[in-house]
C-alpha cells in the first residue's frame, strides 16, 4: 500500500491546528510548514506528532513549494491551516493511494461553514482550490505570491473525489477584513503591469459582488452570502487600488501646507 504525506501550511493558527491534524492522523506523515509562528502553533503540531519545517515566507507559491520538497511518501495531500479531513475524504484517500490504476492527481471539493450556516452557493460549494490530492512528483506551484496556480508533470487527466473536506475560513468579521488587506496587499503585485486606474479598481470591486451575491446566488446563503460577497468587493477594490498606488509610487508624507483663500 502506498503511503500518505500530509501537509499543512500555517501561521499564528494555535486556535485552529489542533483540530486541523487530529482530523489526519490517519496518514504516515504530517509536515507542518511554518513561518516562525509567535503563538505557540509550532509546538502544538510538534506534541502531536507532526514535522514542522520553518520556512521564510516570501509568498504561498514558494510556500508550498517548500512544502512539497519536505515531504517524503509517494502520494502527497495538501491541507490548510483552517480545513478539516473529514472521515469520509479520508477513507476515500485511502482507496485512491491503494489502487494501482489511480489517477496521478484528484481535486478535492469543500464545504464552508460561515457565521454559524453551511453555505451552499455564493462559489463556496463545492469550490476547489489547486488539486490536494497527488503523487509526489506530479505536481508543483507556480510562484505567485497568493491564489497560487499550479503546474501539472503528469499527462493523466485531473480527478475528482466524491467526499468533501470541511473549511472554516474564518472565526469571526474581524478575520474577513484581516484576510481582505494581507491578500489584497499581495495581489496588488500581480497586477501592477496592468493599465489600472481609481475607476477600474471601482468596477471590478462591484464585478465581484454581483458575481457571488447574484450570479453565484449568494443571496440565497442569508446574511452569510452578503458579507463574503462584500467582502469580495473589499479584497478586489483594495487588491486594484493599492496596485493604481504601486504605480504611482504613492506613500504618505508630511503635507505641505495649504493655499489660503483670498
Given at each position: 500500500?502506498s503511503?500518505v ?6 501561521f499564528?493558527?494555535?486556535?485552529k ?12 506523515e ?8 509567535t ?6 503540531a ?13 509568498g ?24 478539516r479531513c ?9 482507496a ?6 489511480a ?52 499527462s ?8 468533501a ?38 468596477t ?30 473589499e479584497?478586489?477594490f483594495?487588491?486594484?487600488?493599492k ?12 503635507p ?7
Amino acid at each position: 500500500m502506498s503511503l500518505v504525506s500530509v501537509y499543512i501550511i500555517a501561521f499564528n493558527e494555535a486556535e485552529k491546528v489542533r483540530s486541523t491534524i487530529e482530523s489526519v492522523r490517519w496518514a504516515d506523515e504530517i509536515v507542518l510548514i511554518d513561518s516562525w509562528s509567535t503563538d505557540g502553533t509550532a509546538d502544538i503540531a510538534t506534541a502531536l506528532g507532526a514535522r514542522v519545517v520553518q520556512v521564510k515566507f516570501t509568498g504561498f507559491g514558494d510556500l508550498r513549494n517548500a512544502a512539497l520538497d519536505a515531504c517524503t511518501h509517494d502520494w502527497i495531500f495538501s491541507l490548510d491551516a483552517d480545513e478539516r479531513c473529514t472521515p469520509e475524504a479520508a477513507a476515500e484517500i485511502r482507496a485512491i493511494t491503494s489502487n494501482p490504476d489511480a489517477l496521478d492527481a484528484y481535486w478535492t471539493p469543500r464545504r464552508n461553514y460561515f457565521m454559524g450556516r453551511w453555505i451552499e452557493h455564493s462559489g463556496w460549494y463545492p469550490n476547489y482550490r489547486q488539486p490536494q490530492l497527488f503523487r509526489k512528483g506530479a505536481l508543483r506551484y507556480d510562484r505567485q505570491p497568493v491564489h497560487e496556480g499550479f503546474e501539472l508533470h503528469t499527462s493523466k487527466p485531473v480527478g475528482h473525489m466524491k467526499n468533501a473536506v470541511w473549511q472554516f475560513p474564518f472565526k469571526n468579521l474581524g478575520e474577513v477584513v484581516h484576510k481582505a488587506n494581507r491578500y489584497s496587499t499581495l495581489g496588488a503585485e500581480k497586477i501592477m503591469h496592468k493599465k489600472l486606474s481609481m475607476g477600474s479598481a471601482l468596477t471590478h470591486g462591484l464585478w465581484a459582488f454581483v458575481k457571488h451575491y447574484v450570479f453565484k446566488r449568494g443571496f440565497l446563503d442569508g446574511w452569510a452570502g452578503f458579507v463574503i460577497a462584500l467582502g469580495n468587493f473589499e479584497g478586489t477594490f483594495y487588491r486594484y487600488a493599492k496596485a493604481v498606488e504601486m504605480q504611482k509610487g504613492a506613500h504618505w508624507r508630511e503635507p505641505q501646507a495649504p493655499a489660503e483663500r483670498r
